[in-house]
Structures are given as C-alpha cells and as structure tokens.
C-alpha cells in the first residue's frame, strides 16, 4: 500500500525514540535520570495556583463551545498589554493570533512564507526547523554554529546564503543549547536583514525573520533582546513566536501566540482556521486572566526559572568537576530555557563489552543502559551524528535526581576504554 511522498519520507522524532527507550525501561523499575524531552514534570514544576483556580473556573462557567479563530479578544489584549510593558513591543489585539501551543504557529509561519524550493536559512542545532523545513517543501540552508559564539549564528554565518531567501529562523533563548543572543550578535544580524530587504524590488519576497522567544521570560542573568525593540524597521518583516507552555510551566495547557505584520498573521489565521488548531478557550479565558494580574506572572516565573537554574548550574558544575578530574567533558553556562548543553567526547571509545561507540547515538544509549542518564544528541537538532555535544532538559528532574546522577556518569565514562 502507498501514501503520499510527504508520509513517506516523513522522519520520526530522535528525541521521542528516546524517550520511549527510557519509559520502558522506567516501566520495569529502572532508575533513569531522563533529562531528554523539553517538558516539564508537573508534580515538581506545577502551574501556578492561581491559573489553575482560572482554568477550573473557566470550565464551571461552561466556555467549551468554539474560540474565535484568531483567540479569545481578551487573551488578544492581554497579550497586548504584556508584551507593552514586557518588552516595549507596540502589537494590537488585531496583530495576534493565538492557537494550541508554539507548533502550529511556527508551521503556519512557515506554510505563509515559504513556497517550494524557496530557501529557508536556519541554524544548526535548533529544534525542528528541519521538519518545517521539509514540510513546506524548502531549500533548506542549515548554517553551522559553533561552541565559540555559544552555538548561535552570526551576521558573518548568514550573510553568504541571504540572496533568493525568503525566511531566517532564529530562537533565543536558544533550544537545544539555553544560550541566547548578546545585543551586539542579534543587533547585526537586524542591520544585515535590513539591509537585504533594501535590495529587493516590489515583485519579489521580502526577507522574513522568525523569532521564537518561547524562552524569554526564563533568562537567569543576562538580558532578553529581540528585533523590533533594537530596530522598529523590522516590524514588517518580523513574525514573533511565544507562549505560555514554557514560562509557567503549562506545556499541557496549549496556549501559544504569534504576533507579527498584519498580513502574515491574518493568512496564518486563516491557514489555521482550516486545520482547526485552536487553543482551548478555558485555557485562553485563565491565561488571559493571568496575564492581567502581571505581579503574579513576575511572582511565579522568578520563582520557578530560580529553581530551574540552579538545576543546570548543578549539572553544569558537576560537567565542569569531570573536566578538571581530567575526563574529555565540558559544558556551557546555563543563560536560559530548561537546557544544558554539554559536549561527551567519547565517541570511538569502546565499551566493556568491546564494542566501539560510533557515534553519538551509541553513546545515548550506552549511558542509559550503563548510568541510568538519558541525554539527546546533536544529531537530532541536525548536526551530524559524529558531534559529541547533547542537550540535557533540567524540566523533567529534581535537583535530587541530578545530583544522584552525576556519580552514574563519571562511573559509566570511567569505563571507556
């Protein structure tokens, strides 16, 4: 039997193959430290109390009929009204559109940009962009990055591929890695943009960028930069992904935003009105309600991200610990999100059985089998297979659980040979 050339070359996710291994073992009562999926474990991390309240007030009141197509207008401005006073960013009710969660905002984003064989620029690692990519049927241009610039591209990475594209794709912070944009690296990469879009006539594409700031409110130290607040000219061409799944800790409850130039946001809202991807409206009505209430926003997310970063600087200070004990390890400061990122070189090593560790894959694996420790490769954010940096989720653990894995790691890598 046949199905179309999109089912069939369809590539399953890395990450959830992973995650299946690690249930099932978990299932048999295996002790496996999953730092895999970037979820949250909602009996460590809960939603705020006061959102919860909202959205089981929401149900009471009976709002299960259908949302309006682009989101509830009160959700609309009270996006608005935050992003004002979060970011000084100046977008209407009428400039967002609201669906279930970040994912089909990002496919919408793409499906009203891109045609076939357009080219899309985005960096590797990143989350997904190659899906999108392959689903819309572009000329994908996947820019390496390196450790040096945190794993984040530069104007200088970009500038070669600009000529015929028509979309760039950036996060920040940045998933897989939890590094984010210095005002210097996003400020070039606007100007370049900028200053290709002045190249082109009325009869062809401007270049657009995708901004996915998901991570934004989650940022321990440094400054959160976006486009339009360092170069207003981007107004137009900028089409702005957020949410709430991440910041409160709501992966489940579905709500993410786009905002953006009037003409995209109404294509992908009529884009999204076929394909049905709304977001519930009683989550709509709680984060709404939410939203107006910003000191408890501000009271929860303080709390939370501190929890979540002092989850990483224990990873990353246990990563740095086996580098000065002289193992082949490092790691990167945790900026923002859920994620370390943290480089294992030991492929080609072999194992006590004596079978050798290809490639990153083989050493996923061999950690959870050997250390109880699940991690997800490079690979799966579209680097190669032979790059031994992972991303490690903190958002699935306890500081306990992390802790107690770092002696199973420095034991499993022991063994190495």
Known sequence: MKVSKLAANLIGSEIIKIGNQVNDMKSQGAEIANLTIGDLNSNIYPIPDFLKEEVQKAYQNNLTNYPPANGLLSLRKAISTDIQNRWNLDYSENDILVAGGSRPLIYAAFKTIVDPDDKVIYPVPSWNNNHYAYLTEAQKIEVETTQENNFLPTAADLKLH?????????????NPTGTMFSKQQLAEICEMIIEENKTRGDDEKPLYLMYDQIYAMLTFKDEHFDPVSLYPELKEFTVYIDGASKCFAATGIRVGWSFGPA????????????????????????????????????????????EIAESL????????????????????????????????????????????????????????????????????????????????????VSLEEIKNMLPRLEAALTKLS
């Open 162 to 174: 600009l000529k015929g594209a028509v979309l760039i794709a950036l996060c920040s912070p940045l």
């Open 263 to 306: 003409l995209i946001i109404n294509k992908m809202k009529s884009l999204l009105g076929h394909i049905g991807a709304w977001a519930p409206k009683p989550e709509q009505e709680a984060v709404s309600v939410l939203l107006n209430h910003p000191e408890k926003v501000d009271e929860f997310v303080n709390h939370f991200k501190g």
């Open 313 to 396: 600087t224990v990873l990353h200070n246990g990563i740095q610990n086996l580098k000065n004990k002289g193992f082949s390890v490092e790691s990167i400061q945790p900026m923002g999100a859920l994620y370390l990122t943290i480089e294992l070189d030991y492929i080609g090593k072999t194992k006590p059985d004596g079978v050798v560790i290809k490639d990153s894959s083989d050493l996923v694996f061999y950690l959870i089998e050997e250390a109880g420790i699940a991690l997800v490769p490079f690979s799966a954010f579209g680097n190669s297979r032979d790059m031994p940096w992972f991303r490690a989720s903190a958002g699935g």
